[in-house]
């Protein structure tokens, strides 16, 4: 989306003539469907990831919290603007987003500005969110002098919440005008690849061949517990197959939990799973134990989101890594 919001009737007039005059857009980088650019602005710096969380201020920051936040995860955009007209001021470009965004739905969390933000004209309040990428190598900085950075901040959410974004005006140090970065998320499911279907002993030695590990998610455990479930049995018989037919190799068995309960009573459980599959390997299919060693990550490694029982459910696992010898 190339074109740009109106400047404000009234509000310097000719402005105006300026959209679709700014300087063309850095390659690749194009504006979110939802937040559309204001008039004469180009992209200088545009990220994008496929998956994260982000956690967009709703409120002044003291000096040491933010007085609220909202959290969401999907698709990260981060983008930085800057205009052929320096004379456009922050709140002039404030205004236009504001009323930009309530056309479309967007409910306004959070506007402010100044001092009102945080301290120092509002560079603790920019500072401390960690919300921008700080755009090109050439902008995006606060302006040096606490009297010119003129920091306008808005925090919007779509109508029907799937869209949370922080945006940001101010003057820029190292060129004319102003500048304006962007940090928005819309909300996704995290895709996986994992597959759910037992893997043979092929697809565990190529992943190990590849990737010096492999998850296996067919070794289930009693609840709270580092008792093996018997329909664990076939994924056991496959590692042991493994082993029995790569005579060489060796392994590290690492369990791997959720984020439910602490930190040590985790720790804990893990590794308590993982000497279970070498006891169980060793035990059942005569497996050397030379060629097998427990270890537990307890919380440590997820694959997925703890926030859902899906994403749970896959970090609960046990991984082989592959060990010299």
Do not use: W
Not at 160 to 180: H, Q, T, W, Y
């Amino acid at each position: 989306m190339r074109q740009g919001l109106a400047i404000l009737s009234g509000v310097a007039t000719g402005v105006l003539a300026l959209a679709g005059m700014a300087a063309a857009d850095i390659d690749g980088a194009y504006d979110h469907p939802e937040i559309e650019r204001v008039a004469g602005s180009s992209i200088v710096y545009f990220s994008r990831t496929e998956f994260d969380r982000l956690t967009v201020p709703t409120g002044a920051y003291d000096g040491d919290t933010f007085e609220s936040s909202e959290t969401l995860e999907g698709e990260v955009l981060k983008l930085s603007y800057t205009f052929e007209n320096p004379d456009i001021s922050t709140l002039q470009i404030k205004r236009n987003y504001i009323d930009a965004l309530e056309a479309r739905g967007f409910e306004i969390l959070y506007a402010d500005s100044h001092d009102a933000l945080g301290s120092g004209a509002g560079r603790a309040f920019y500072n401390a969110s960690d919300l921008f990428s700080r755009g090109a190598r050439d902008c995006c900085r606060l302006a040096t002098r606490s009297g010119n950075r003129d920091l306008r901040y808005i925090a919007a959410r779509s109508a029907d919440g799937s869209v949370l974004a922080g945006i940001a005006a101010f003057n820029e140090r190292r060129v004319p005008g102003p500048a304006v970065e962007i940090a928005v998320v819309t909300s996704a499911e995290m895709g996986t690849e994992m597959e759910h279907r037992p893997l043979t002993a092929g697809e565990m030695e190529t992943g190990l061949i590849e990737e010096g590990r492999i998850a296996v998610q067919d070794i289930l455990f009693e609840f709270d517990s580092a008792r093996i479930l018997p329909e664990s049995s076939d994924a056991l018989a496959t590692v042991a197959d493994l082993l029995t037919d790569a005579g060489d190799m060796a392994l590290l068995v690492v369990g791997h939990t959720d984020n439910t309960g602490s930190y040590d009573y985790n720790l804990s459980l893990s590794m308590a799973r993982a000497q279970a599959v070498v006891d169980y390997l060793t035990g059942q299919h005569g497996i050397a134990g030379e060629r097998l060693q427990a270890a537990g990550a307890g919380m440590m490694a997820p694959i997925a989101t703890n926030r859902t029982d899906e994403g749970r459910a896959l970090n609960r696992r046990v991984e082989l890594v592959e060990m010299a010898r």
